[in-house]
């Protein structure tokens, strides 16, 4: 009985902890320098730049819109892409913050 409390205290702590660790939301635009169009469909990849690993990808929506959601602390690089348009490359810190809004993202197309 005494071993069941103590795993059950261990258990509980770790569950703590887990719930503890601070994740963050990152949101942003797609637009064209052109015409100033949001773009749907861009791909968005968020890398980390400690072992230059994909954490994630999405596509924007049909607004231009795009969302990581459960982000962990680091240092990350995004990279938004979109057919005929130049990447854009961006380097950023996530140090806690519940949301970070990057705000609107400009492409600029290949012509």
């Given at each position: 009985m005494k071993s069941f409390?103590?795993a059950?205290?261990?258990l509980f702590?770790k569950?703590i902890?887990?719930n503890?660790?601070q994740?963050?939301?990152?949101?942003?635009?797609i637009k064209?320098?052109s015409?100033l169009q949001r773009?749907?469909?861009?791909?968005?990849s968020?890398?980390n730049t400690?072992?230059?690993?994909?954490?994630?990808?999405?596509?924007?929506?049909?607004?231009g819109?795009?969302r990581?959601?459960?982000v962990?602390k680091?240092?990350?690089?995004?990279?938004?892409?979109h057919?005929?348009?130049?990447?854009?490359?961006l380097?950023?810190?996530?140090?806690?913050?519940?949301?970070i809004?990057?705000?609107e993202?400009?492409?600029r197309?290949?012509s």
């Open positions: 409390f103590i059950a205290i261990i702590a569950s902890s887990i503890a660790q994740v963050t939301t990152i949101i942003g635009v064209d320098t015409n773009l749907d469909g861009s791909i968005i968020l890398i400690k072992d230059s690993s994909l954490f994630s990808f999405v596509r924007t929506d049909t607004s819109n795009f990581f959601t459960k962990p680091g240092k990350y690089k995004l990279s938004a892409t057919t005929g348009f130049h990447p854009y490359w380097s950023f810190n996530v140090i806690g913050q519940s949301v809004h990057l705000g993202i400009f492409v197309d290949n």
